[in-house]
């Protein structure tokens, strides 16, 4: 049995509107998500154990059960025991590129990869969809983060619908090293600011397609319009954030002094992405923003849309 290594690419939220209450407790959403071409290195080999063992080089992430790759190794364990009972134990090292804590999924998308990786290592055949089943039942955003490019989310997340590919554009991704704001925050701190706001009947999705704002931009992806795109670019989330984190207004305004088409906060923060139409001038972005900012707590990376969330290599 060879081991197998994939990159896990990580997600931006074009679109991000929190509609309101769900029975389970989550909240009910309406999202565009969008792969970019930063991606963890994850490689799943067998063991000479029965045991499951995750490794990542970043100081952040921890190397045992809550780290969520071994999560999804366990899940795996518990849906297939008499294929682990033959294979016996793994193996996970995580090789990180995506900053931690970002709003970027990192973790979702490094527990997809392990989900896909380990249905080649044990010769499943699962089918993409039965990967995203599986992926629901560990986070919200593991369903996407396996089948990646850009997609329509619903639900609390993890309903999927697909977009054309945006395959030509290019974003330029800040994260303040120093501000890393957890989801379960954000989402409690939205809760308690905006619930007056909340739809209360969640029961009718008719209801919901008659409230949600999404239109618009996906009209917008589906004729690869880019300044109609930039223009309806929404995070709800950045109500609550940006206001807490007044470096992150002052980022989203340097972006459009450089010339970024659009700017927004990606998921529950804390990075700031700028759209730009080509590598060049998403290059162009970088350097401004680095040198009007000036600051080392600052770190900035280039990367592209891209068509696929996991990529077996
Ligand atoms: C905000 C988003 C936007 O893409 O991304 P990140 O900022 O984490 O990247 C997602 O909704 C994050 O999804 P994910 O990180 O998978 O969330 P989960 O593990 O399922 O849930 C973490 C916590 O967030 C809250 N949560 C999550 C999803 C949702 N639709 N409603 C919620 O209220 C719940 O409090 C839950 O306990
Ligand atoms: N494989 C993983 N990669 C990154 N973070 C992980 C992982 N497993 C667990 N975590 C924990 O999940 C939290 C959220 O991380 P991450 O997925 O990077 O961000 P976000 O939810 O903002 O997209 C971190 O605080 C981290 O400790």
Known sequence: MHSYTLL???????????????A?????LAMIMQSVN???RITIEPSDTDSIRVTCNHPD???????LAYRAADLMRSQFPDTFAKYGGVNITIDKSIPVAAGLAGGSSNAAAVLVGMDLLWNLGLTQGECERL??????DIPFCVRGGTALATGRGEKLSPLPDLEDLYVVLAKYESIAISTGWAYQTYRQTYEAEYIRDPESIVAYGKKVH???????IAHHNYSTIAAELRNDFEKIVLPEHPRLQTLKEEFLQAGALGTLMSGSGSTIFAIAQSQDKADAIKSHVETTLNSPDLNLWVARFAPAGIRVI
Do not use: M, T, W
Not at 8 to 22: C, H, P, S, T, W
Not at 24 to 28: A, I, L, S, T, V
Not at 61 to 67: E, R, T
Not at 135 to 140: D, R, V
């Open 135 to 140: 992926g629901a039942q560990l986070g919200s």
């Open 38 to 40: 930063l991606c963890d």
């Open 24 to 28: 389970d407790g989550f909240h009910e």
């Open 61 to 67: 992430v921890p190397n045992n059960s809550s780290n």
């Open 214 to 220: 999404s239109g618009k931009i996906v009209q917008a």
């Open 8 to 22: 896990a690419a990580a997600k931006i939220n074009l679109y991000l509107e929190i509609v309101g209450d769900r």
